[in-house]
């Protein structure tokens, strides 16, 4: 059974830092592009950034670029969002994903798998 497990959200203030990370169990994780998106109340879910399977290329959405940054462990089976200069506008659970696809990273359709999210609220 596969399992995606967020952890390391909170509060933080307006300009602070949080690392988020997703442990991943029961599937072979250097072959999954590893995905984070968030879901704000009252608003559709959004793509944040993603990484490859195993060049670990990045991509990021535009509003997040330079500050935010994912990383990976392959030998930990765990992804990372490291977020920076956070702004109350990133208020949201955040969720990581597992797809096999890369071409399609921004398409939370494409994503397998799904973690439970972690709360991260920036306070002004």
């Known amino acids: 059974q596969v399992h995606l497990v967020e952890s390391g959200g909170g509060l933080v203030q307006d300009g602070g830092s949080l690392r988020l990370s997703c442990v991943t169990s029961?599937?072979?994780?250097?072959?999954?592009?590893m995905g984070w998106f968030r879901q704000a109340p009252g608003k559709e879910r959004e793509f944040v950034g993603a990484?490859?399977?195993?060049?670990?290329?990045?991509y990021y959405q535009d509003s997040v670029k330079g500050r935010f940054t994912i990383s990976r462990d392959n030998t930990k089976n765990t992804v990372y969002l490291q977020m920076n200069s956070l702004k109350p506008e990133d208020t949201a659970v955040y969720y990581c994903?597992?797809?096999?696809?890369?071409?399609?990273?921004?398409?939370?359709?494409?994503?397998?798998?799904w973690g439970q999210g972690t709360q991260v609220t920036v306070s002004s």
């Open positions: 990484i490859s399977s195993r060049q670990s290329t990045t």
């Open positions: 994903a597992a797809s096999t696809y890369w071409a399609e990273q921004r398409d939370g359709q494409y994503y397998s798998y």
């Open positions: 029961g599937l072979t994780f250097i072959g999954y592009t």
